[in-house]
Antibody, heavy 119, light 104 residues
Framework: QLQLHESGPGLVKPSETLSLTCTVS??????????WAWIRQPPGKGLEWIAT???????YYKPSLKSRFTISIDTSRDQFSLKLSSVTAADTAVYYC???????????WGQGTLVTVSS | EIVLTQSPGTLSLSPGERATLSCRAS???????LAWYQQKPGQAPRLLIY???RRATGTPHRFSGSGSGTDFSLTISRLEPEDFAVYYC?????FGQGTWLEIK
């Protein structure tokens, strides 16, 4: 069974760049069965899709967030990553890495990592 | 961009009762791409239903999904104590705002 695990700094200062990594186990990230995605959830609020990537490197972004986010994939390490530039307090959230298929939704989730933006 | 509107925002029911949660899309969508999730406090969301009506692995049979076009629903036939949670509908990169199902 697929397992995903997020890793990241926990605390980031305003205006800095946030980097998160998701490590995939139980299957190769190079499988054509899934896309790989990031979703975030501010404290007490709903879910927001950020970006999706395929093993080939094809990427999709939420249009309103595209300018600050970069998703990438490292098939040699079975990892995919998210970078967010110029963070503000509004970026404080739990960030989840997730699998995606259009016909079966976001199926496998990591446990999430809380990122707090504060000086 | 499609907007998904869930109603009600909060639903207060007792164990054993039937729950019906609604998800309305701002334009017609294919039921193939409509999914429902359950989220409990401190946990990641869990996929319950995909393709509008197909149960994900491990989803109890008391959960059922239906709908087409712009109107979709999630029904829980008889509420168990572990069903009280927040529920989200989703289509592609869009989530509804959630329905909080609370114990009355």
């Amino acid at each position: 069974q697929l397992q995903l695990h997020e890793s990241g700094p926990g605390l980031v200062k305003p205006s800095e760049t946030l980097s998160l990594t998701c490590t995939v186990s139980g299957d190769s990230i190079s499988t054509s069965d899934y896309y790989w995605a990031w979703i975030r959830q501010p404290p007490g609020k709903g879910l927001e899709w950020i970006a999706t990537i395929f093993y080939s490197g094809t990427t999709y972004y939420k249009p309103s967030l595209k300018s600050r986010f970069t998703i990438s994939i490292d098939t040699s390490r079975d990892q995919f990553s998210l970078k967010l530039s110029s963070v503000t307090a509004a970026d404080t959230a739990v960030y989840y890495c997730v699998t995606y298929r259009s016909t079966s939704g976001f199926e496998y989730w990591g446990q999430g990592t809380l990122v707090t933006v504060s000086s | 961009e499609i907007v998904l509107t869930q109603s009600p925002g909060t639903l207060s029911l007792s164990p054993g009762e039937r729950a019906t949660l609604s998800c309305r899309a701002s334009q017609s969508i294919s039921s193939t791409f409509l999914a429902w999730y359950q989220q409990k406090p401190g946990q990641a969301p869990r996929l319950l239903i995909y393709g509008a009506s197909r149960r994900a692995t491990g989803t109890p049979h008391r959960f059922s999904g239906s709908g087409s076009g712009t109107d979709f629903s999630l029904t829980i036939s008889r509420l168990e104590p572990e069903d009280f949670a927040v529920y989200y509908c989703q289509q592609s990169g869009t989530f509804g705002q959630g329905t909080w199902l609370e114990i009355k």
